[in-house]
C-alpha cells in the first residue's frame, strides 16, 4: 500500500517530536516484521558511517521509536533523493534558456530566407536542433555508447550521467555566451541586416544563426544525460510505495527552475540592464549585455555542480524493484551491483 502525503508528514512529525510508542501491543505486532526486515539486510546499520540521516532511527521501533522500520527508510530515502533533485533546479533553469535567451539571440543573427516578407519560420529552424539532437543521441547512447563504456569496464551510474549532463548544460550556456560577446564585435564592425519577424523589423547581426548549433546541440545532449537519466534514477530509487511521489517531486523540479529562471533574468534585468518596469522587458541585444546573463548562469551552474557532486558522493543506491530482471531493463547497461550495497535480498531473486 503507497504511502499517502498524510502518511509522510505525520512520521516527520513524530520524528522531530521523538514521542515514544507506548502501545505495547503495536510494538508487539510490528516485532517480527521490523525483526525480519533488519535481518534481511534492507536496513542501513552497515552505511552509518556516511547516512547523514541516521539521526531518523530514532523514530523505528527498533531503537525505542514508534513507526515501523520500513517506512522510516522510506522517509530517509526521500529526503535523500529530494537533496538531490533540489540541485536539478539549476539544471532546469539553464534549460529554460533555450526557448527564452536561445530564441532571442537567434532574431538578432541572420537567418536563413524563408519568406522574404516575414522571418518567423525561419526562427524556427535553429531550435529544431535540439529535438533532433536528442532523436539521434539516445539511440547512440543507448546502443553504441554505453555498451562501449561497459567494455572497457566503466558503467557510469545514474548520478555520473546526470553530473555529465548539467556540465553540458554549464558549456551551453557558456558557448551562448560566447557567441554574444563575437555577435556584439560583429554588430559594432557595421555588419548588420534587417529582418522583418511577425511584424517588427530587427537589425540584426550579419552572422549566420547557425553559429548557435553548439549551443542547441550541448542543451540536447545534456536533455539525454540528465532528464533521462533523472527520470531513470526517480523510478528505481524511489521506495516501492512512493514512487508516485519522487516521480512527482522530479517533474515539480522541472515547473520550478522555470520560476527561478524568470526570477533570476528579471532581478538580473533591473540590476544589470537597468529595467525597473515588466512593460520594458522586450531588450534590444544590441543594446544590452545578454553575455554577462549567460556568463552568469554558467557559474551558477558551476557552485551547483559542487554541491551536486557532494551529494552524489555520499548517495547510497538502493534496490526496490522486485525482480532482477525489471531492473536489468530500467538500466540500459549497468548491472545493480554497479550501485554500491545491494539488498541481499536481491540475490535471493536471481
Same mark, same amino acid.
Given at each position: 500500500?503507497?504511502?499517502?502525503?498524510?502518511?509522510?508528514?505525520?512520521?516527520?512529525?513524530?520524528?522531530?517530536?521523538?514521542?515514544?510508542?507506548?502501545?505495547?501491543?503495536?510494538?508487539?505486532?510490528?516485532?517480527?516484521?521490523?525483526?525480519?526486515?533488519?535481518?534481511?539486510?534492507?536496513?542501513?546499520?552497515?552505511?552509518?558511517?556516511?547516512?547523514?540521516?541516521?539521526?531518523?532511527?530514532?523514530?523505528?521501533?527498533?531503537?525505542?521509536?514508534?513507526?515501523?522500520?520500513?517506512?522510516?527508510?522510506?522517509?530517509?530515502?526521500?529526503?535523500?533523493?529530494?537533496?538531490?533533485?533540489?540541485?536539478?533546479?539549476?539544471?532546469?533553469?539553464?534549460?529554460?534558456?533555450?526557448?527564452?535567451?536561445?530564441?532571442?539571440?537567434?532574431?538578432?543573427?541572420?537567418?536563413?530566407?524563408?519568406?522574404?516578407?516575414?522571418?518567423?519560420?525561419?526562427?524556427?529552424?535553429?531550435?529544431?536542433?535540439?529535438?533532433?539532437?536528442?532523436? +539521434?543521441?539516445?539511440?547512440?547512447?543507448?546502443?553504441?555508447?554505453?555498451?562501449?563504456?561497459?567494455?572497457?569496464?566503466?558503467?557510469?551510474?545514474? +548520478?555520473?550521467?546526470?553530473?555529465?549532463?548539467?556540465?553540458?548544460?554549464?558549456?551551453?550556456?557558456?558557448?551562448?555566451?560566447?557567441?554574444?560577446?563575437?555577435?556584439?564585435?560583429?554588430?559594432?564592425?557595421?555588419?548588420?541586416?534587417?529582418?522583418?519577424?511577425?511584424?517588427?523589423?530587427?537589425?540584426?547581426?550579419? +552572422?549566420?544563426?547557425?553559429?548557435?548549433?553548439?549551443?542547441?546541440?550541448?542543451?540536447?545532449?545534456?536533455?539525454?544525460?540528465?532528464?533521462?537519466?533523472?527520470?531513470?534514477?526517480?523510478?528505481?530509487?524511489?521506495?516501492?510505495?512512493?514512487?508516485?511521489?519522487?516521480?512527482?517531486?522530479?517533474?515539480?523540479?522541472?515547473?520550478?527552475?522555470?520560476?527561478?529562471?524568470?526570477?533570476?533574468?528579471?532581478?538580473?534585468?533591473?540590476?544589470?540592464?537597468?529595467?525597473?518596469?515588466?512593460?520594458?522587458?522586450?531588450?534590444?541585444?544590441?543594446?544590452?549585455?545578454?553575455?554577462?546573463?549567460?556568463?552568469?548562469?554558467?557559474?551558477?551552474?558551476?557552485?551547483?555542480?559542487?554541491?551536486?557532486?557532494?551529494?552524489?558522493?555520499?548517495?547510497?543506491?538502493?534496490?526496490?524493484?522486485?525482480?532482477?530482471?525489471?531492473?536489468?531493463?530500467?538500466?540500459?547497461?549497468?548491472?545493480?551491483?554497479?550501485?554500491?550495497?545491494?539488498?541481499?535480498?536481491?540475490?535471493?531473486?536471481?
Amino acid at each position: 500500500m503507497p504511502l499517502r502525503d498524510e502518511q509522510v508528514f505525520k512520521i516527520l512529525i513524530g520524528i522531530v517530536s521523538n514521542r515514544p510508542d507506548t502501545s505495547q501491543q503495536n510494538r508487539h505486532v510490528s516485532r517480527t516484521r521490523d525483526e525480519s526486515y533488519n535481518n534481511s539486510g534492507s536496513g542501513d546499520n552497515n552505511t552509518q558511517d556516511r547516512d547523514l540521516l541516521r539521526w531518523l532511527d530514532r523514530a523505528k521501533r527498533s531503537r525505542g521509536g514508534r513507526y515501523p522500520d520500513e517506512e522510516v527508510d522510506d522517509i530517509k530515502q526521500l529526503l535523500s533523493i529530494l537533496g538531490i533533485f533540489l540541485t536539478m533546479l539549476v539544471y532546469f533553469t539553464l534549460y529554460c534558456q533555450m526557448s527564452t535567451t536561445y530564441r532571442i539571440q537567434s532574431r538578432y543573427l541572420r537567418l536563413p530566407t524563408l519568406d522574404k516578407d516575414d522571418y518567423f519560420f525561419s526562427t524556427i529552424i535553429v531550435s529544431l536542433i535540439n529535438p533532433v539532437s536528442i532523436l +539521434l543521441m539516445v539511440p547512440l547512447m543507448d546502443l553504441v555508447v554505453y555498451p562501449c563504456l561497459s567494455k572497457v569496464g566503466w558503467r557510469p551510474t545514474y +548520478l555520473q550521467r546526470m553530473g555529465v549532463g548539467m556540465f553540458l548544460s554549464m558549456l551551453s550556456v557558456t558557448a551562448a555566451g560566447a557567441v554574444e560577446v563575437y555577435r556584439g564585435t560583429v554588430h559594432q564592425q557595421g555588419r548588420v541586416v534587417h529582418q522583418n519577424i511577425s511584424g517588427q523589423v530587427y537589425n540584426a547581426t550579419d +552572422l549566420s544563426v547557425f553559429i548557435q548549433v553548439p549551443q542547441f546541440f550541448l542543451s540536447g545532449l545534456s536533455e539525454i544525460m540528465a532528464v533521462v537519466t533523472g527520470f531513470h534514477f526517480a523510478y528505481t530509487q524511489a521506495p516501492r510505495r512512493m514512487k508516485g511521489t519522487v516521480m512527482g517531486l522530479f517533474l515539480l523540479m522541472f515547473g520550478l527552475g522555470t520560476y527561478l529562471s524568470i526570477g533570476i533574468s528579471s532581478a538580473f534585468n533591473i540590476t544589470i540592464e537597468g529595467i525597473g518596469s515588466p512593460r520594458d522587458l522586450n531588450i534590444n541585444l544590441n543594446n544590452s549585455h545578454a553575455e554577462r546573463f549567460h556568463f552568469f548562469l554558467a557559474g551558477l551552474m558551476f557552485l551547483d555542480l559542487g554541491l551536486f557532486w557532494v551529494l552524489a558522493s555520499r548517495y547510497k543506491y538502493k534496490t526496490y524493484l522486485t525482480k532482477a530482471k525489471d531492473f536489468e531493463r530500467s538500466t540500459s547497461c549497468s548491472s545493480p551491483r554497479d550501485y554500491g550495497s545491494i539488498d541481499p535480498s536481491f540475490n535471493s531473486i536471481q
